[in-house]
């Protein structure tokens, strides 16, 4: 089974600091997305990336940047934290267009909270 | 642009009884579907998908969904709910340009009482 991995359940954080969310999956996936979860909004995209160094941003990218240097590795970063960025944070994976592409894979989440 | 709509944020349902829950979705063309599940502190987990073919599909659990393009819906449904269903349930679009983007709904929670 493909796994995706964040690197922290629960992150607790002060405004105005820089915050790196890691995730990485294990099954060369092409595709990395980066999603936001908030009650009664569902999920929202904020960045997704095709390939390495490569990047798109999704629905809500402000505030928001990210990192792919390796394959297998996604980075989210929040440049300077600030309360509203508190939320649960979730990685996804998936196969490429040409891969075979048969829906996500996710991560199990990382809710951050800034104080 | 994609979207999706799922009518109702809860359900409460008792166990062994039967089980719909809704979706519509706004998407150009023929479109990917479909349903995740969330448990509590969890990601979501692949339930079933709808690429093509066969407009009712089987997933795991023992849910189905129908896939209705005149009424732009993929509602889910299960027979006889167990107690162990109660969790969050997305439905979501997927493009087929543009990288596969995934759009969710809101989410409904399933509550299941004894």
């Known amino acids: 089974d493909v796994k995706v991995t964040q690197s922290s359940r629960y992150l607790v954080k002060r405004t105005g600091e820089k915050v790196f969310l890691e995730c990485v999956q294990d099954?060369?996936?092409?595709?990395m997305f980066w999603y936001r979860q908030d009650p009664g909004l569902g999920l929202r995209l904020i960045y997704f990336?095709?390939?390495?160094?490569?990047?798109e941003k999704g629905d809500i990218p402000e505030g928001y940047s990210v990192s792919r240097e390796k394959k297998e590795r996604f980075s989210l970063i929040l440049e300077s934290a600030s309360t509203n960025q508190t939320s649960m944070y979730l990685c996804?994976?998936?196969?490429?267009?040409?891969?075979?592409?048969?829906?996500?894979?996710f991560g199990s989440g990382t809710r951050l909270t800034v104080v | 642009a994609q979207s999706v709509t799922q009518p109702d944020i809860h359900i409460t349902v008792s166990e062994g009884a039967s089980l719909e829950l809704r979706c519509n979705y706004s998407y150009g063309a023929t479109p990917y579907l479909f349903w995740y599940v969330q448990s509590p502190g969890q990601g979501l987990q692949l339930l079933l998908k709808?690429?093509?073919?066969?407009?009712l599909v089987q997933g795991i659990k023992g849910f189905e969904a129908e896939f209705k393009r005149s009424q732009s819906s993929f509602n889910l449904r299960k027979p006889s709910v167990h107690w162990s269903d109660a969790a969050e349930y997305f439905c979501?679009?997927?493009?087929?340009?543009?990288?596969?983007?995934?759009?969710f709904g809101a989410g409904t929670r399933l509550f299941v009482k004894a």
């Open positions: 979501a679009v997927g493009a087929r340009t543009g990288g596969f983007k995934t759009i």
């Open positions: 990336s095709y390939d390495v160094k490569m990047k």
């Open positions: 709808y690429f093509s073919g066969d407009t």
């Open positions: 099954m060369d996936h092409e595709n």
């Open positions: 996804a994976s998936s196969l490429g267009p040409g891969q075979g592409w048969d829906g996500y894979t």
